[in-house]
């Protein structure tokens, strides 16, 4: 029986994380086309979230408008949530925006623990400017406010640095650094030498 695999894929705004999660799991099933996907994005499901009409969505949308993190709970709860109600046995899970701080990660490598996965962390590594210059040209409405996005470049600094650390000590998990500051393809590429996926 085949190893299942869990990939976590690490960026700040602007590292160009959602591509390269496209793109890796495009590889993915060239290389391996039987086998199924299953994507967590935290990310949209947090944007739907904030659009619920219950008091905690309230909440939510209170705390991130003024430049708070929500807590822990409501990040484990968006990730565990899409894998109880629609994981369904899949070979391979792409998280895109998961753990975002350090409460996360015993529950998150928990979780594929007891999901039999193997556990492998992508971190897209880019500079603060390369960061800014990148998010702003892309032109998706959050990014347009500078202010907002130097909020969200020092929340990843302070919350999701810690996370990172927390894998990248934890023997279970094989973390990947990767440059961040070339062209989409040279990443991928470089993504895909180090995961042996060539």
């Given amino acids: 029986m ?12 602007g590292s160009g994380k ?15 086309p039987l086998f199924k996907i299953f994507m967590v994005e935290t ?8 659009h619920g009409e219950t008091y905690v969505y309230d909440r939510t949308k209170q ?3 003024a430049g708070k993190l929500p807590p822990a709970f409501l ?15 899949e070979d391979i899970i792409v998280f895109d925006g998961t ?4 409460d996360e990660v015993p529950l998150l490598l928990g979780a594929c623990d007891f ?19 990148k998010a702003i040209g892309r032109g998706r409405e959050d990014d347009r406010d500078a202010h907002e996005l130097a909020g969200r470049l020092a929340w990843y600094h302070e919350q999701v640095a810690g996370a990172i650390e927390l894998l990248k000590k ?21 993504i895909c030498k180090a995961l042996l996926l060539e």
């Fill in 99 to 102: 753990p975002r701080i350090a």
């Fill in 75 to 89: 990040g484990v709860y968006a990730w565990a949530d899409m894998l109880t109600r629609e994981y369904a046995g």
């Fill in 115 to 133: 999901l039999e996965m193997k556990v492998k962390v992508i971190k897209i590594n880019v500079s603060d400017d390369w960061a800014r210059e």
């Fill in 43 to 50: 990310g949209a499901r947090f944007r739907t979230f904030m």
């Fill in 170 to 190: 934890n023997p279970k998990v094989e973390f990947i650094d990767i440059n961040g500051e070339q062209t989409i393809p040279e990443v991928h590429e470089e």
């Fill in 63 to 65: 705390y991130i408008e």
């Fill in 2 to 13: 085949h190893q299942k695999t869990a990939y976590i894929v690490i960026g700040q705004s």
């Fill in 18 to 32: 959602g591509t390269q999660v496209q793109l890796l799991m495009k590889r993915l099933v060239e290389i391996q």
